[in-house]
């Protein structure tokens, strides 16, 4: 998946013009759905938060970076500018994103309180966009506040301000019940996750749904 390839830049974009700010938030789940070799789960989730930082953050975005483990640590938040539209330096983009997708160490899983998180912070950025991706097998056994998943994720999709839902890696693999992992956490979202912003991608067809999102973002800015 050829991510890191930069995109072409627009004129406006060189040119340094203004466009309609974006707060995006990037969670990555590095609990144990990174160590799974079959599906490479943290070189996607590398890959795709390095892409996101290349191709879609412009200056004057907020980037908000969430590492969920047994629970979630915030890697970066801030406003990003630059001049004439230069994008993130990619030695920047590389740190970042190497920090970010680090394996976990502990033992459970805060999928939703990563959300909340989210929640929280594109609190302090209202009547601006915001665009929020969470790299996930989608597992929820391990996530204690499971239960309260369907009204966090409600609150996201209650805000005004919300462009964009990305869930990014969900799991083909069975669970205890016989079920695919991503079927239990689209369930676990209820009639939500039908939402026209809400868009998903499985472990296997992350590279076809990119394009998707990329064009979503931009659409968000107008």
């Known amino acids: 998946m050829p991510l890191l390839t930069p995109a072409p830049m627009s004129a406006g974009t060189v040119l340094g013009l203004s466009t309609p ?11 144990g759905s990174s160590k799974n070799p079959a599906y490479k789960y943290a070189d996607q989730a590398k890959l795709l938060s390095q892409s996101i930082m290349l191709n ?25 500018m630059s001049k004439n539209g230069a994008r993130m330096g990619k030695a920047d983009i590389l740190r970042y994103t190497g920090a970010l997708t680090q394996p976990c160490t502990g033992r459970g899983s805060a999928i939703t309180a990563g959300l909340s998180k989210a ?10 966009g915001s665009v929020v991706v969470l790299f996930s097998d989608g597992a929820l056994l ?18 005004k301000d919300t462009r964009q839902l990305f869930f990014a890696g969900l799991s083909p693999e069975k669970d205890k019940n016989g079920n695919s992992i991503r079927d239990g956490f689209v369930k676990a979202l209820g009639k939500a996750g039908d939402d026209a912003r809400v868009l998903m991608a499985g472990a296997y067809d992350l590279n ?9 973002v931009k659409k968000a800015r107008r």
């Open 119 to 128: 929640n929280a912070l594109l609190e302090r950025t209202r009547g601006v």
């Open 208 to 216: 076809n749904v990119y394009p998707t999102f990329a064009d979503a």
């Open 21 to 31: 700010p974006l707060h995006f938030v990037i969670a990555a789940d590095m609990t």
């Open 142 to 159: 391990d996530d204690p506040g499971r239960s309260n998943l369907p009204t966090v994720f409600g609150k996201l999709l209650g805000s």
């Open 56 to 80: 879609q953050l412009r200056s004057g975005d907020t980037l908000t970076l969430l590492r969920i483990c047994e629970g979630v640590q915030t890697v970066a938040d801030f406003k990003f």
